[in-house]
């Protein structure tokens, strides 16, 4: 087994060095032809034009667009992606700031999908074939059709406004400080024994974490359904239904094991729309991510910040893409016992 996730990792790592390359690449020359004047929000009014000739020396944008790539490159490698141009502080500081933000609001969200999706993807098949299946089919499809920013609406009007159940606006309460151990939320407050402040901050995750929810698990049932349906013309569930189990055991303990592999590895395609769905989540709750993050660097033109959150994007998804390959070798045992 370890050999099998070694063996992964590796392959994953020859694609994602030169993945990140061309990332960086394409998104470097797209911001540099942009006609648009970053350095302009660093200048005063009273500027000089050898004011600004000084400064985008300084800054390194007066040389070639390859020669600018190859240095910035160079620098990213060593873990330094550059200076902010509208905050004037370095872009790893603040994407470390908001990163914990994003990324426990969209694991809060995959939590609350699935277990809202694997129960559906089980009565789903369930009503394979019934009566009933056309309801639930149209239930899931007027689920999936509805996207992540518009549940974030439904459930602001709902349990902020007519049934005031919930806060909608940040992260923790006015009155909260964060400890600042991890960066989520929910674990420093919990280590830290401010078990108050905990439940301020699962209030405030809740909203956010189920419209992104809400949006995502519709797909997971269908797959999941899909799954169970194949499965169910299986060999070893007519064996395993000779040798007298029950149905709901054969589902539960045989059944659900394998319809989960396909369904974890569209999970894991899929998870980037869920990071992407919480950048417009971010923004309506005024959650302090990395979306609300990206939306001031494209309002001010900061190319260095702007450049940083989609190398971070690319190396989430790429670790993303590693972990589910793994949790795919470790489920399937045709994959470990070649």
């Known amino acids: 087994m370890l050999q099998l996730t070694l063996g992964i990792a590796l392959r994953r790592l020859a694609v994602a060095i030169p993945t990140l390359i061309l990332l960086s690449l394409v998104v470097f020359v797209v911001l540099r032809l942009l006609p648009v004047d970053p ?9 000089t034009a050898a004011d600004s000739a000084a400064l985008r020396q300084q800054m390194g944008f007066d040389k070639p667009i390859p020669v600018q790539f190859a240095i910035w490159l160079w620098e990213a490698a060593r873990g330094n992606l550059g200076l902010s141009i509208n905050f004037r502080q370095p872009v790893t500081t603040l994407m470390a700031a908001a990163i914990p933000a994003t990324i426990e609001l969209a694991l809060a969200g995959l939590f609350i999908s699935l277990v809202i999706s694997i129960p559906g993807g089980v ?3 369930v009503l394979y074939r019934r009566k009933r299946e056309a309801a639930a089919d149209l239930v899931v499809t007027l689920l999936q059709s509805m996207p992540s920013f518009l549940w974030a609406l439904l459930l602001i009007v709902v349990f902020g406004v007519l049934w005031p159940v919930l806060p909608f606006s940040g992260r923790v309460g006015q009155d909260v400080t964060l400890p600042g151990i991890t960066g989520l939320a929910l674990v420093d407050l919990l280590i830290t024994g401010q078990f108050n402040a905990w439940l301020s901050a699962l209030s405030h995750l809740l909203l956010p974490a189920l419209a ?41 303990r045989h059944m659900l094991k394998n319809a989960a592999l396909p369904t974890i590895t569209m999970i894991g395609v899929q998870f980037g729309f869920l990071f992407g769905g919480a950048l417009l989540v971010e923004m309506i709750f005024g959650f302090p991510g990395v979306g609300t993050l990206m939306v001031q660097a494209v309002k001010g033109n900061d190319l ?9 994007f690319c190396v989430l998804m790429l670790g993303i893409n590693a972990i589910v390959d793994v949790l795919y070798a470790v489920l399937n045992p045709r994959l470990r016992n070649p």
């Open 123 to 125: 009565i789903a098949y």
């Open 212 to 252: 992104l929810a809400l949006s995502f698990a519709p797909l997971v049932i269908r797959v999941l359904r899909s799954g169970l349906i194949d499965a169910a013309n299986e060999p070893y569930v007519e064996v395993a239904r000779l040798r007298g189990l029950s149905e709901t055991r054969i589902l539960w």
């Open 304 to 312: 260095p910040l702007i450049q940083g959150i989609a190398l971070l």
């Open 39 to 47: 350095l302009s929000m660093m200048l005063p009014p009273s500027a």
